[in-house]
């Protein structure tokens, strides 16, 4: 959980400064290297170090995954492509419980899992950068050259007047972290998603830990929560193009912890009830975590969108690093976890009614963007709009042109 912390911490702002496609390359192959290494440590202090470079990798390429994909995918069909990338985390869990019951050798398990892992090097040759990156970088004739691609391997016609609308950028805006608190709707969208994150792990992960806590075999276990989440990512696609991203995100927070609430009350004897509601939770809270991917790519302009994400993974990360600690306290009473788990996810998801909904609109670019989409009299006074254009930010011109670069 640390190195995933790390990960998301250095990988966010990398992602951002050397693009998508470079970052996720590395992301790869210290993945595979590290976790083939992990296999022939002889000290379990090296085993614990590999680990941890192994998860700071992993973080970065769930998130560089993440961002690649919502900035090639139009809003017609960006929600479906984040979450079937998504649903192979479910379906990587199913795989591993069979490899771990088949496999019993630990060393010969990690080789076995890593195999796939390699065979990922072919990305240095069909990976594309994100064209949004690169308009935002000023790199138009490479924009150009990628978008000319996509719409030959797409079979759509496209006529030199819409690509010669693509053009760079005015001064190559950029972004940091300090953005995402400067910027006054960024500072509230940045605050209450970094509560859904770490809230998101947090009762993620609390029913991961007590996977042997349910009365089945461990690798039976291990294989519902699997299949649960299978469903849940797939019906959250549903819900965000029914009910949209906000309220889709504020149900289902809210519901796995209504889950953990009601558990408090069940007697012990009946342990099939409580297998039967925390599958429930274990079902909401991988649908709350998938719509988050998807709802905190479309808040975050596209020059701060990696280091946002990273940024709120970092306390989703927290959450997971504190999870076993706030299980220990049932020690001094057996419902003190529960209370914490059910009551935190459900605050979370109430403060997502403070947030935009997004669904069907275009990917924002530069924070701009973000004035023009603001409600009535909610837009920066004069002195604020001359700080913004001191950061480089494009006029409105630009930033209509850039919204093109999407099929």
């Known amino acids: 959980m640390a190195g995933l912390l790390v990960g998301a911490l250095v990988f966010g702002p990398v992602c951002d400064w050397i693009g998508r496609r470079p970052s996720l390359l590395m992301q790869v192959l210290l993945s595979g290297i590290t976790s083939m290494a992990t296999a022939f440590v002889s000290s379990f202090e090296l085993y614990l170090a590999l680990r941890f470079v192994l998860a700071t990798a992993n973080a970065g390429f769930l998130l560089s995954t993440n961002v690649l994909i919502s900035e090639w995918v139009g809003p017609s069909w960006r929600t479906q492509a984040v979450v079937l990338a998504q649903s192979n985390v479910a379906l990587g869990q199913m795989v591993l419980a069979g490899l771990a019951y088949g496999v019993r050798n630990w060393r010969l398990l990690q080789i076995t899992g890593t195999a796939p892992v390699l065979l990922l090097f072919f990305y240095f040759w069909v990976l594309p950068e994100s064209p949004r990156w690169l308009l935002s970088q000023g790199r138009t004739e490479e924009a150009k050259q ?50 859904v994150w770490f809230v998101d792990s947090l009762v993620y992960y609390s029913l991961s830990f007590q996977v042997g806590d349910f009365g089945l075999d461990i690798y039976v276990t291990q294989l519902i929560f699997g299949a649960v989440e299978m469903p849940g990512r797939f019906l959250s696609v549903l819900m ?53 991917y998807v709802y905190t790519a479309e808040l975050f302009p596209t020059i701060i969108r990696q280091t946002g994400m990273g940024l709120v993974s970092i306390f989703s990360r927290v959450g997971g690093i504190i999870t076993p600690l706030v299980m220990l306290l049932e020690q001094y009473h057996q419902a003190i976890p529960m209370v914490i788990f059910g009551s935190l996810p459900i605050g979370a998801g109430l403060l997502c009614a403070l947030l935009p909904e997004t669904r069907g609109q275009t990917l924002k670019d530069t924070l701009q963007d973000l004035e023009q989409g603001l409600p009535a009299g909610s837009h920066k006074t004069a002195p604020q709009r001359q700080d913004m254009e001191a950061l480089g930010r494009t006029s409105s011109v630009r930033v209509a042109v850039v919204k093109s670069s999407y099929f």
């Open 240 to 292: 965000m193009e029914k009910l949209g991203r906000k309220w889709s995100q504020l149900c289902t927070l809210t519901l796995a912890g209504i889950m953990y609430i009601i558990i408090i009350f069940i007697p012990g004897d009946l342990p099939t009830v409580v297998t039967v509601l925390a599958v429930v939770g274990k079902f909401a809270s991988a649908a709350a975590f998938t719509i988050s």
């Open 146 to 195: 990628l978008v000319q691609k996509a719409a030959l391997v797409n079979g759509r016609p496209l006529s030199p007047e819409l690509l010669n609308q693509l053009v760079p950028e005015k001064t190559g805006p950029s972004g940091n972290a300090l953005d995402l608190f400067r910027h006054p709707h960024l500072r509230k969208v940045t605050l209450i998603l970094i509560a």
